[in-house]
């Protein structure tokens, strides 16, 4: 394993942010980590790169515990925060020079590696540019790219392509495909369900501290198998109609999106009647009804009772 934690827990003034979490993550993976707001998934990521000191349990990286891990272990580790740390006052080239020497690359062995990260996220032809003159997209993949200068064999990325335009957001996508095809492997959280479905191999989900969930989405839906999925689109809706909809027997999870109602229930209930009851008292149209199959979001909602963003 590339990557492992062992009964893992973390206090705050006596909240418990981290509850026993236990992950083994194989090498060359993507490998997904989502929850909701809070879940632990920041507190998690911050103890595996040492930033961080867990109260008790024990993570092991590269076969290696982190209370024994020495420069070397570092230098085999890259990080791509949520928050874009770069360094404006320097060129593009300038700061991947600045990360560079923090892990102690030199001369020759430098330049090459600069250059290859650059090309990598396609601002090769840019490097003399500042970031300052970036859109976000752009500043997402130097970010990156300042992760990768020392290649590292492990790469924890934050949320890489939150807020940042379709185009750029593909782009980065590929890239990370890329970066895993060479070797590279990857812990990923993103807020983006499609993201992590279309990424990562296995997935785990983290839910006030604990790891409720992990496998394949595959295997996550079947944890699920005995529900099925109701949309309706609705014209006329009213957010009151959910407290409603959600007292309905057999039904797990409902959430109420612009103009669509999508409800999770237990299969063979045959409640149909009483939520389209729910939708009309609360003075809703209904435009359309269908049954749809179950996406990695409606496990998520289904397990936590929580969107990814709540």
């Not at 990080?79 to 991947?96: F, K, M, T």
């Not at 045959?270 to 990695?296: F, P, Q, S, Y």
Request: charged share 25%.
């Amino acid at each position: 394993m590339i990557l492992e934690t062992k009964d893992v827990v973390k206090r705050y003034n006596g909240l418990l942010a981290l509850d026993n979490v236990s992950l083994r993550i194989p090498e060359g993976c993507i490998f997904g980590l989502i929850g909701p707001n809070g879940a632990g998934k920041t507190t998690l990521i911050n103890a595996i790169i040492s930033m961080t000191k867990i109260d008790s349990g024990e993570i092991m990286v590269f076969g290696q515990s982190l209370d024994t891990a020495d420069r070397e272990f570092k230098a085999k580790l890259g990080v791509v925060p949520q928050e874009i740390a770069l360094y404006d006052d320097l060129s593009v080239y300038q700061n991947l020079d600045f990360f560079g020497r923090l892990y102690g690359l030199r001369g020759i062995k430098l330049k090459e590696n600069i250059k290859e990260a650059l090309e990598f996220v396609d601002l090769w032809e840019r490097r003399n540019d500042s970031p300052k003159r970036f859109s976000g997209g752009m500043k997402r993949r130097l970010n990156i790219a300042c992760a990768l200068v020392h290649r590292p064999e492990l790469v924890i990325m934050d949320e890489p392509t939150v807020g940042i335009d379709p185009q750029s957001r593909n782009h980065i996508l590929a890239s990370i495909r890329r970066l895993n095809e060479n070797g590279t492997t990857i812990v990923y959280t993103s807020h983006y369900m499609d993201e992590v479905e279309q990424l990562c191999a296995d997935i785990a989900i983290l839910d006030h501290g604990r790891v409720i969930a992990r496998g394949t989405k595959e295997q996550l839906a079947d944890m699920v198998a005995v529900e099925e999925k109701l949309v309706m689109r609705l014209s006329g809706t009213s957010y009151t109609l959910l407290d409603c909809v959600k007292g309905v027997q057999g039904v797990k999870a409902a959430k109420l999106e612009s103009n669509r109602l999508t409800v999770v229930s237990r299969i063979r209930i045959n409640n149909i009647n009483k939520i389209i009851d729910c939708v009309l008292d609360a003075g809703a149209i209904i435009e359309g009804i269908n049954m749809e199959r179950l996406t990695l979001g409606d496990v998520f909602l289904t397990l936590t009772g929580r969107s990814l963003r709540d």
